[in-house]
């Protein structure tokens, strides 16, 4: 909470007097935004009412109608009533992101899917997330902070009004004396007022603080209401001790709300401090990293595999550590241990800040204490820290995450509104003086942080190129590589190339500015791009995408026009034996999974539902296994009808249920999910068909179809004019026609059906099904025997091993920790044991170097002894062995063949490894396998975070139905519904931080 400004109503916390335009602009690989705001003055609008103006806009979705939009002075004071409407709205937005990162809203109910997404955003290049939809519920809890502020300030004020009006019923004061007095007369009386058979200056003689206060209130009511209107109102029948303890009450609430808040902006600061700190350190070892280890394929090849490894910092520090990677030098080891030390230092920072924010105890007591109802302080701390903060730090928006900490419990600053209350603020103008300092405080070093942030993403980022740079890794680059898409665009789809390069959007696939709108709206060729590509777009998704038959098409991975590239024969050859691998994984994985899954009694929804929700680790693995194994959700998936709409998310459905009447209460075709994941492996330029079909739709609600199937747009006066004129008869026609919602919901399909099969290539899930079939509790292994090997269920389950080393990788985790819990007597005595964690790592130290590979029974002992009938090997790459002869006898690590015949086996890096089979498979590292991280390939985050993102734009779409669903039904509904809409986008689209004071 902040006070400042004499002359407010009410102590209504700030509503901005200035309009902030957010600009957001991509941060790769940490994902962190930048904000520019943009201060515009206030512009006087029309004969339109604004807020009439504010619900035609918001009709457009979130981020257009703030386009649309020109911000103007607004000083209304926040009601309760008006608090729970932004909770409320914030609520939904909140349930409704969850929903979709959900499979099923049953599953949704019963499980934190959190779990789904909590480390992919931060490892995408580029991120694409939307914020601005987030960005809603911490300006929800902002606004049900100024509510705080106002209860503070009218319970002190319906105390001092019952104090003073029996005061002047006492004073013996003529109705015309009263009527004449001022309110400085009022104030100047005061003390001398009698009440329970003294001055209240005697009564407060100990107490002058509370004097001040009553004197503070005399002037805002008198000023409000009259001192004749007061002295007619209820009087107080309390004593003098009942008074001298409720004033010194009230005085104390406020003071420990003050300190309270004081205490809670320390912490925040401190750690504010800490962040830049420890980021500022991270890039200095950054740097000292890449000088050791520049030019050196090998210790580039480890970082590499450190990287692509999907570990935490913890576990790529503790594999360091712990001696997995002996092919650096003391010195590259001890850089590459210091820069990752830096940076957990940076993430530990960032969790204690986190924390802080967390903090709300003390500041919801308080809050109890002066009236507000527990359901607002509830509301309020899960509406901004669970939907904004946790989720900004998850994906690393640092700013959007600090923005949502110092809005915690109202803590933007307030304007002055007129005269009203002058003496009540300056009152607390004084009290409030430090809190105010801290606050601006905050700010300076939130954006000081900010920028050392950034500059760590980007050399972060320039570094990880340079290092697949030279590896010639192309997973990163390949996948997004401009002459790939390009050519696509060009040999295919030419109309939405030309929409997205030659039109105002110049190469982007965002609006951020009215002009860049009225621009692509004006483009004279707006009509022929616009017309041809949504009926490409919509037409390929109808034909192909439903029905999962893309083979051949722009988005199957094995018909991608590798001839189309530019001549660069690396390029191409890199990219051809790339994506023959990934097909030969993805094919692999699937076969299994039909093999183990056909004969099963899992239904079909929920094998969907389970793939469609991949986790990050075990212990969510559990709680969504919980989830939909739960009898109520069991039984609702396997009678799951074609009809039912609240079984699976809204894409699942639509999938599923192809072929089935709509509308029928008939069950999906018993083949129809191996038809689904059967379809070609969808391939690189999805994710530019999916930003492409975004930008779209929001370009295609500015046209009408002409009846003749091509886009009619309204003139750019139109968007220019659109806050003094608001909607005109065209644009509320080219709204009804749904082009731009028909189509996002179309692109669902491909966002979900990409999901899917990421999922079952690289998912938790698919490794869990692995595991079963092929651990063998008698021997606590994976057995692979070939004897064992005849079911055709375990034959694809290693092949799928064989081609997959993510997937390998996760199945080890999970068989070790089967192992480990076996020998312990079950799970539990297993978590409580950590799973051996300090013993393993000790195992993997003595299992490295010469040693573990001349047959030394010391080096195999610790290993032996927790996993009896694994095949433990130590791997070593060829230039190790050049470099040290007694690594002789090691087994050299597998390379893929440049010239051989594709598909290929991928790489499997050096170290421990396992062997099965006829390959083998590095073991995880000790904080890996104690805390059951899975391994994530960065195509799966990918898929995950496009999914969401197409998930925050149909949000931003529809902002106008939930803003509506919030308003209720009453008569007094439409009004709600414009004093919301001018609010949300006056302020709250896209709201990140308060605005510093001057």
Known sequence: MRFRNPQQHHLSMKRWSRTVDSKIAVRRWTAIILLSILVQPAQAVGSTDPTDVATSAIEFGGSVGKLLWVSVNDHRAVTRSDANRYMSLAA???????????????????????????????????EPLSKAVSGVAAWGAKKTGDAIGQLVIEQSENQARAILAQGLKNSGLTDVQLKSMTADDLRSRVGDLKVGGQTLRETLKDDPGSLDMLQANATDIATNIGVEALARSEGTASDVKTIQKELANTKKEIADFQDQVNTHLDAINTRLSSVEDATNLANQKLDALRSQVQGQSKAMQTLAQISYSGWSTEQKLQAVEGGLFPELTTEQKTALATSLKADQARENAIVDLQQAAQDFGNLAAIAGHIGLPSDIVTGLQGAQIVATGVTKFATGDILGGLSSITSLVGLGAPDAEAVHYAAMMKYLEQQFAEVNKKLDKIIDLQVQTLRAIATLADEQKEFRKEVLGQLDRIESIVLRNEKLTQAVLLNQWQKCYALINGTSLNGQFTIPTRDVLVGVVGNPNISDYATHCYSQMAGFLDAYV???KW??????????????????????????????????????????????????????????????????????ADQLSSAIDAPATANRLSSFKCNESDVLSPPLRDLLCFGIVPGAANPPASNRWQDMLGASLIGPYSTGLIDTGIALSTIVDFSRNDGRGTFVFVKPKVIENFYRDGSTPQLRQALEEHKGADLLTKMRWLTEGYVLQQSVAYGDYTAQLVERSLYDPSTRSLNTDPKVMTDVVKQKALLAMRTNPTLARNVVLLAMRHAI????????????????????????????????????????????????????????????????????????????????????????????????????????????????QFEQSDSLRLALSYRDHLNQVIIDRDIGSTVRSVAGSDAEAQAVVGTLAFELLNEGWGWQNRIKSQ
């Open 92 to 126: 939904q937005v909140k349930e409704q992101i969850d929903l979709g990162r959900a499979s099923s809203s049953l599953v949704k109910a019963n499980f934190n899917v959190i779990g789904t997404t909590l480390v992919y955003g931060a490892a995408v290049d580029p």
């Open 546 to 548: 439903k029905p999962a």
């Open 551 to 620: 083979s051949g098409q722009i988005i199957d991975a094995d018909s991608f026009p590798a001839d189309a590239i530019p001549a660069d024969p690396t390029l191409q050859s890199s990219w051809s034996a790339f994506q023959s691998q990934r097909i030969n994984t993805y094919k692999t994985a699937r076969d299994f999974v039909f093999q183990a899954l056909s004969q099963s009694s899992v239904p079909p929804a929920a094998i969907l539902a389970r793939f469609s929700q991949p986790v990050v680790d075990t212990s969510f």
């Open 821 to 932: 819990a076996d020998s312990l007597g079950g799970m539990d005595k297993a978590e409580a044991e950590q799973f051996r964690q300090t013993y393993y790592a000790l195992a993997l130290t003595a299992f490295t170097g010469p040693q573990a590979c001349g047959g030394s029974t010391y080096a195999r002992e610790k290993l032996s002894e927790m996993f009896p009938s694994w095949r433990f090997e130590y791997w070593v790459t060829s230039d190790q062995k050049k470099q040290d002869p007694s690594l002789d006898k090691c087994s050299t690590e597998f390379l893929p063949d440049a010239a051989g015949p594709a598909p290929q086996l991928p790489a499997r890096g050096s170290g421990v490894g396992v062997s099965l089979a006829d390959f083998y498979v590095l073991a995880p590292s000790p904080i890996e396998l104690s805390t059951g």
